[in-house]
């Protein structure tokens, strides 16, 4: 990732610890080119095909369907033609994982992820097609990385 030292990242977060926490962990040389900036993923404040790589790390699953929806929109709209959008999240609906299967453990997980039966249920490629089409925009899924027999998952989309 050579080509990316000398760029800025920007880390957006809604709250001031979790980018204070992100900013702690990074080296640094990281922490230079780092601008943090407290703002809501449903309503970025970037121009249009702002960014060629948006990642989106463990934030679906924490918001209810229109808010999460409002995030998607807006991830596309600041991704310019030809970037990436990486999103690392749970898996789909792990009927077959040993956590799901054990009912005490998923009832407990749900309780404390109160949203992450329906993101479970949502087919993530078909809302982003969809988003991306309605933005006259087209977004392909080009990787797909399951992680922990499929509890977790990191998806690489490419927008065209």
Same mark, same amino acid.
């Given at each position: 990732?050579?080509?990316?030292?000398?760029? &800025?990242?920007?880390?957006?977060d809604?709250?001031?610890?979790?980018?204070?926490?992100?900013?702690?962990?990074?080296?640094?040389?990281?922490?230079?080119?780092? #601008? &943090? #900036?407290?703002?809501?993923a449903?309503?970025?404040?970037?121009?249009?095909?702002?960014?060629?790589?948006?990642?989106?790390?463990?934030?679906?699953h924490?918001? &209810?369907?229109?808010?999460?929806?409002?995030?998607?929109?807006?991830?596309?709209?600041?991704?310019?033609?030809?970037?990436?959008?990486v999103?690392?999240?749970?898996?789909?609906?792990?009927?077959?994982? +040993?956590?799901?299967?054990f +009912?005490?453990?998923?009832?407990?997980?749900?309780?404390?992820? &109160?949203?992450?039966?329906?993101? +479970?249920?949502?087919?993530?490629?078909?809302?982003?097609?969809?988003?991306?089409?309605?933005?006259?925009?087209?977004?392909?899924? #080009?990787?797909?990385?399951?992680?922990?027999?499929?509890?977790?998952?990191?998806?690489?989309?490419?927008?065209?």
């Open positions: 990732m050579k080509h990316l030292q000398d760029k &800025p990242l920007y880390l957006v809604v709250t001031t610890a979790q980018l204070e926490k992100s900013r702690d962990k990074l080296c640094a040389a990281e922490q230079a080119r780092l #601008i &943090p #900036i407290r703002m809501n449903e309503n970025l404040g970037f121009q249009n095909n702002s960014f060629m790589t948006v990642l989106i790390f463990f934030l679906m924490e918001m &209810p369907e229109d808010a999460r929806h409002k995030a998607f929109n807006e991830a596309l709209r600041v991704l310019a033609p030809g970037g990436q959008l999103i690392t999240e749970y898996g789909a609906e792990p009927r077959s994982h +040993w956590i799901y299967r +009912w005490p453990l998923r009832k407990l997980l749900l309780k404390y992820e &109160p949203f992450l039966n329906g993101f +479970w249920c949502e087919d993530i490629v078909e809302t982003l097609t969809t988003k991306a089409n309605a933005l006259d925009k087209n977004i392909k899924l #080009i990787e797909e990385h399951k992680i922990f027999n499929q509890f977790y998952r990191v998806l690489v989309f490419q927008l065209q």
